[in-house]
């Protein structure tokens, strides 16, 4: 009987033998989802990252919705593991076993601008809410209907999280309860969403195994999830795919989905066509408008650079601008002197790499950002890195460091806010735009929020 004990492969053993490590997940935003890149998502780079740490290969599935996930779960033969933004709730703890917490997250109460705002649960009652079926805050709204009994809500199936802001966004329903996590993903969407107030304290997230699993996968997920969060990769993961109402502020969020909805439409047409012909991707083009103009072909800065992509006379002339207040001409003009920037770059320097330095190349010259690039190989950094030649170019400001560069004195710290928030409105231009619009016919705007079909025109939204 020992024996056959002994001889029997644990699971993270069977695990290792197969070479795959299976898991289950949902396909949301916030979990996992398609980007230009190929498979992203928070849960599936965190995943990943473990399957490379046990060697194996990484094998996701999707659960319809959060019921069916638990039943993979326990089924045999099934997926290992499931990543999905789970709390542990009493419960699901009778439906599985869960790791270290990875990530902590307030439920919160979302509610549409301009209708009078709840404050507390007594301001539930009477309302129509929607929450996601088999979810943490059905559950939770459940103990909270045992004591206020008044209180009505829905659940649904067939819905995902987004598609409950957008109905909280477009008057459908009048609240929804999600996590705040998953606010911060989507708040740039939704021009109209708002945070009510916080339902509770806040939870952690944690990764799950089946009921009878016998621990050999869990303490290796949690020695990993310990090790993630001391080396840094764990925060790095978070402010990617949730920090960007940390970077806009929740004002600069809804102003982003607004312009999303009100600005770009105009001007989406151009993009496309200046990415085709230049060879880049169009969102990476909108998004440096965003950046330079948010989207508004008349403005012009304090120095008199000028239009939608904020040429300069000089910039202007040598692309064969004459009226840098024409969007089109502007939008073309930037977009060649990008792809121009890309093109006289070292042959050494690598994708992804290349194009950030491209980036600051358009905001601070080529001649600043050699400088910048001599100083990183004088310092021994990598002057064909990014990350290396960032560091220097706030120097171009210091008399210490300028007085020994060719070019001199410039505002290097600007070139850094560019590329850093042209990095985020890109990553938020790839979640809005499906791959799958990509390339069509309607060149006028078609923005897609996953689950959502916003290609019809509402009140709110002219333009579409
Ligand atoms: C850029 C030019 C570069 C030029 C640098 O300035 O403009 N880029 C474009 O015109 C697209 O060509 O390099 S140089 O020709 O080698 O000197 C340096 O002069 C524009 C930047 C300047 C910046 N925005 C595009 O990113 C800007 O307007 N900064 C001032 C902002 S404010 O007035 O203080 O608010």
Not at 364 to 388: C, F, I, Q, T, Y
Request: hydrophobic fraction near 35%; aromatic fraction near 8%.
């Amino acid at each position: 009987m020992l024996g056959a004990c002994v001889d029997k492969p644990n699971t993270l053993e069977r695990v290792k033998e197969d070479g795959i490590l299976r898991v289950v997940t949902r396909n949301s935003p916030a979990t996992y989802f398609q980007d230009r890149n190929g498979e992203t998502g928070f849960e599936y780079e965190l995943v990943k990252r473990f399957a490379e740490d046990l060697g194996v290969e990484l094998k996701i599935e999707t659960a319809d919705n959060l019921d069916v996930l638990f039943d993979q779960l326990q089924k045999p033969g099934g997926p290992v593991l499931a990543a999905a933004g789970l709390v542990a709730t009493d419960t699901r703890k009778l439906q599985a076993r869960f790791s270290h917490p990875y990530l902590q997250v307030t439920p919160q109460i979302i509610y549409r601008n301009g209708q009078s705002r709840p404050t507390d649960a007594g301001d539930l009652i009477g309302k129509k809410i929607m929450v996601l079926k088999g979810s943490s805050h059905a559950e939770q709204l459940a103990a909270l209907k045992l004591k206020t009994p008044a209180l009505e809500y829905e659940e649904s199936d067939a819905v995902e999280v987004v598609d409950l802001l957008r109905m909280v966004d477009e008057g459908q329903i009048d609240l929804t309860l999600v996590d705040s996590n998953e606010l911060a993903m989507n708040q740039v969407y939704f021009p109209n969403v708002r945070v009510a107030f916080d339902l509770g304290d806040s939870r952690d997230q944690r990764w799950a195994v089946a009921l009878g699993e016998d621990n050999s996968l869990l303490n290796e997920i949690n020695n990993f999830l310990d090790k993630v969060e001391k080396n840094g990769t764990l925060q790095r993961l978070k402010d990617r795919y949730y920090g960007h109402v940390d970077v806009l502020g929740y004002v600069g969020a809804y102003t982003f989905a607004q312009h999303l909805q009100q600005r770009l439409p105009h001007y989406e047409k151009h993009f496309r066509s200046a990415g085709k012909e230049e060879q880049v991707d169009w969102r990476l083009l909108a998004a440096i408008g965003y950046q330079e103009s948010l989207w508004q072909p008349g403005v012009t800065s304090k120095t008199g650079v000028r239009g939608l992509m904020m040429l300069t006379q000089n910039t202007a002339q040598a692309m064969g601008v004459s009226n840098r207040l024409d969007a089109k001409q502007s939008i073309d003009g930037g977009s060649k002197y990008f792809a121009y920037m890309k093109d006289q770059l070292d042959d050494k320097i690598q994708e992804p790499d290349r194009t950030w330095l491209a980036l600051a190349a358009y905001n601070v010259g080529s001649g600043h950002l050699d400088d910048a690039r001599k100083l990183a190989e004088n310092e021994g950094l990598n002057p064909n890195k990014w990350l290396d030649v960032k560091k220097m170019l706030p120097r171009l400001a210091q008399k210490k460091w300028f007085s020994k560069t060719r070019y001199g004195y410039a505002r290097g710290g600007e070139p850094v806010h560019f590329v850093a928030n042209i990095r985020r409105y890109y990553d938020i231009l790839t979640w809005v735009t499906q791959p799958q619009l990509e390339g069509s016919q309607v060149a006028d705007g078609n923005l897609h929020v996953p689950g959502v079909d916003k290609t019809k025109p509402t009140e709110d939204n002219p333009a579409l």
